[in-house]
């Protein structure tokens, strides 16, 4: 039996690599693992100095859970090294020992802004990690690059990305928002503010400002801050309470339901964003709105990880048979080559 392995991520990566899976499964041994790099990479990832990455921390813990409470076979590091296919969502980092593999790249969702370490990694050759996700695609390393609209593949190719391996396939997590509409989430018709891990992953937030111009815009409707999971929740409840007082503040819970049932969505870089444009939400965002609707994610009733799927099995059949033709219950045909 021909093996697949899906390298995972945070938990938004992990359960779309985990739903690209699902199509292929009963025909190929899928493996998985935690996101890692080489040799040294790996080292400070197992000293705790990457735990505010998704190579360890909480990120990698959340991973190993759910990979395990879905009864999904592990492989660290891809050591088995044996696979026909790799899958990941990101290719900031490409490992030696898959390097010699073919690879299916699926965007995760949004991509940061471009600074002074993307044009570095670039045209400089500096690691594209520097860059954080702004160098997604950038490695040329993959067969096909899967991406969630054509305004983002119209923008991986003005980046530098080749446009004949990019395929617009939705991506999954994103493509099937009105779903959330049927939900039990207690409040209604109030502004909502997602807040990010930015500190926590070492990127500089002037939270209080941030606080202060969601006051401004809710103008006395309901206030309600989601958390991000990854971040100091001690720390940022109370800086809620000071500069927001008498907004809720939830550390858990489902984000996209309480997003739709709000009339105004906050957030700075957030992939969350998406899911209240394609709501029709009221968005505020530090990304041009406009550019924003352009790039949304398609919603296709949720074939995403189907049509990734068929993208993933071409590749594996097309130096084996002469022809090859996706199962019907793919939704796109098979990409021309």
Wanted: proline residues 4%; positive net charge.
């Amino acid at each position: 039996m021909q093996k697949i392995l899906f390298i995972c991520g945070s938990l938004n990566q992990t359960t779309m690599m985990h739903k690209v899976s699902m199509h292929l499964s009963d025909r190929y041994e899928c493996k998985f693992t935690p996101y890692y790099g080489d040799k040294v990479i790996n080292y400070f990832t197992k000293m705790g100095l990457l735990d505010f990455t998704v190579l360890g921390g909480e990120f990698k813990k959340a991973t190993v859970n759910y990979l395990a409470l879905n009864n999904l076979k592990i492989d660290y590091y891809g050591s088995d090294n044996d696979y026909d296919l790799v899958v990941t969502c990101s290719d900031l980092l490409v490992p030696k020992n898959i390097k010699d593999k073919k690879i299916v790249l699926v965007q995760e969702g949004m991509t940061d802004p471009e600074n002074v370490f993307f044009y570095l990694a670039k045209y400089l050759g500096f690691p594209r990690y520097l860059a954080s996700t702004s160098t997604t695609g950038l490695s040329n390393t993959y067969e096909t690059f899967c991406v969630a609209s054509e305004g983002y593949k119209k923008l991986f190719t003005r980046k530098g990305c080749n446009p004949d391996k990019i395929k617009v396939t939705g991506i999954p997590n994103f493509d099937n928002c009105e779903v959330y509409n049927n939900n039990n989430f207690e409040h209604k018709d109030f502004v909502l503010v997602c807040t990010s891990d930015a500190r926590e992953t070492k990127k500089y937030e002037n939270r209080k400002k941030f606080i202060l111009n969601a006051v401004k815009i809710a103008n006395g409707q309901k206030l309600i801050f989601k958390l991000h999971p990854n971040e100091n929740i001690e720390r940022a409840t109370k800086e809620i309470n000071k500069y927001a007082p008498g907004a809720f503040v939830y550390k858990d819970g489902n984000t996209n339901e309480m997003i739709a049932n709000c009339n105004t969505l906050i957030t700075k870089f957030s992939s969350v964003v998406y899911v209240g444009m394609a709501l029709g939400k009221k968005v505020y965002s530090d990304f041009n709105v406009e550019e924003l609707k352009l790039m949304t994610p398609i919603q296709n009733s949720g074939n995403s990880s189907a049509n990734i799927a068929s993208v993933c099995e071409y590749h594996i059949k097309k130096d084996t048979t002469p022809a090859y033709t996706p199962a019907e219950k793919y939704i796109i045909p098979v990409p021309e080559y």
